[in-house]
């Protein structure tokens, strides 16, 4: 039972434009969502996070969404930059004092020069 | 501050050997988790050790086991290794208190031969 879902394996946008990297949950426990990046060969590296008390947190060019209604958030990256290449997961946790999380199964997004 | 170390980086193994994966967390880290990343596949999680305790243990075979050590690193042994074994481990580790979720090692990519 995936709690957690990245439903595009991949995305491939042009330089400049928007980047919109989507992923659903099921667990309506979860309350702590966090997006990290992969590039290969290297551990994942966090990115971004947003609690359940907002919908929305802002940290440069990248924004994340929550629909607590809909169990869904989304990163958007504006604008795309080649080396924003890499594989994003999302990851969800019940609370955020270094809980285990349960990650999504990645979307590895290309950015087109 | 250095980051999360493990060992080795690669490693090379036959079927029905035992493999042990190494892991030291960031200074002052307590909390050390272990994810598998198999080819084309999401990071699941394996184990969680806080205190030297195992705390949480994901839907693997009781042939995945570990330990951590008074200093809090950790060892992850595989026994019995099977061809799908094969896959990159991840190690992260966290302050039970953290906000911001895990800081990963670099992995160390498992091969079954």
């Known amino acids: 039972d995936q709690q957690v879902k990245q439903n595009s394996p991949s995305l491939s946008v042009q330089e400049g434009r928007i980047s919109i990297l989507n992923c659903d949950y099921t667990?309506?426990?979860?309350?702590?969502f966090l997006w990290y990046k992969k590039y290969p060969a290297e551990g994942p590296t966090f990115l971004i996070s947003?609690?359940?008390?907002?919908d929305k947190n802002e940290d440069g060019r990248f924004t994340v969404f929550l629909n607590k209604s809909a169990k869904h958030l989304s990163l958007h990256i504006v604008p795309s930059q080649p080396g924003d290449s890499a594989v994003y997961f999302c990851?969800?946790?019940?609370?955020?004092?270094?809980?285990?999380?349960?990650f999504g199964g990645g979307t590895r997004l290309m950015v087109k020069p | 501050e250095a980051g999360v170390t493990q060992s080795p980086t690669h490693l090379i193994k036959t079927r029905g050997q035992q493999a042990t994966l190494r892991c030291s967390p960031i200074?002052?880290?307590?909390?050390v988790y272990w994810y598998q990343q198999a080819l084309g596949l999401g990071l699941q999680f394996l184990l969680w050790?806080?205190?030297?305790?195992?705390?949480n243990r994901g839907n693997f075979p009781p042939r995945f086991s570990g330990r951590q050590f008074p200093n809090y690193s950790s060892e992850l042994n595989v026994n019995a290794l099977e061809l799908e074994d094969s896959a990159l481990y991840l190690c992260?580790?966290?302050?039970?208190?953290?906000?911001?979720?895990?800081?990963f090692g670099s992995g160390t990519r498992l091969t079954v031969v």
């Open positions: 992260a580790s966290s302050l039970v208190a953290q906000a911001y979720g895990y800081t």
């Open positions: 667990n309506s426990m979860f309350d702590y």
């Open positions: 990851a969800a946790s019940v609370g955020n004092a270094g809980n285990m999380l349960t």
């Open positions: 200074s002052g880290h307590t909390s």
């Open positions: 050790y806080d205190e030297g305790e195992e705390r």
């Open positions: 947003i609690s359940s008390i907002k």
